[in-house]
């Protein structure tokens, strides 16, 4: 994944200027999908232009710029989005300390599943209101923006509390039996 298409992909949706694209960062697609800030948005913004991609639609107040994405930029992402993921390296911090879980001891690892237990309920329970009281069907354009990510986003929470409830399991049952 890439800063270049989170921003055709946000500009695809609506134009908008660099500093409304740093508060959409700054919010659930920052906290759960790609966090990006200020000093990368704005030279990637350039670097689009450049390509084409991007072109300035309006100016603003104190030299703000509007953006919106090209026939050429939707043409990019929509080819990135259709491809499969890349399949090359790949860090996940989360995976990688479930890896290492069986490196601590079995009360600390418990700690650990209790605190992803917690944290899965929370956020599942956040991301599950909104797709709940959102409209039944997915509104078009900026006004489902998000909706299915946040389903994607609910459902992986319940999937990742429901591990954690299973690992605790299989972690308190491997302790009561004799050694």
């Known amino acids: 994944m890439s800063l270049s298409h989170a921003l055709l992909g946000l500009l695809a949706v609506e134009p908008r200027s660099g500093y409304e694209l740093t508060k959409a960062f700054a919010g659930d697609l920052g906290r759960y999908a790609w966090q990006a800030g200020h000093t990368s948005i704005y030279p990637e913004l350039a670097r689009l232009a450049e390509r084409g991609l991007v072109a300035v639609?309006?100016?603003?107040?104190?030299?703000?710029?509007?953006?919106?994405?090209?026939?050429?930029?939707y043409a990019e992402l929509r080819s990135w989005v259709l491809s499969p993921?890349?399949?090359g390296k790949v860090r996940n911090e989360e995976v990688l300390r479930m890896f290492l879980l069986s490196a601590l001891d079995p009360a600390d690892a418990l700690v650990v599943l209790r605190r992803i237990v917690e944290h899965a309920a929370e956020?599942?329970?956040r991301l599950r209101k909104l797709v709940d009281d959102a409209p039944a069907a997915i509104p078009a354009g900026s006004a489902g923006f998000g909706y299915l990510a946040a389903e994607f986003g609910a459902r992986q929470f319940e999937a990742v509390h429901g591990w954690a409830q299973w690992a605790i399991e299989k972690l308190e049952a491997a302790a009561a039996e004799p050694a």
């Open 57 to 73: 639609t309006g100016e603003g107040a104190r030299g703000s710029r509007t953006y919106s994405v090209t026939p050429e930029g």
């Open 123 to 125: 956020e599942g329970a």
């Open 85 to 87: 993921p890349s399949r």
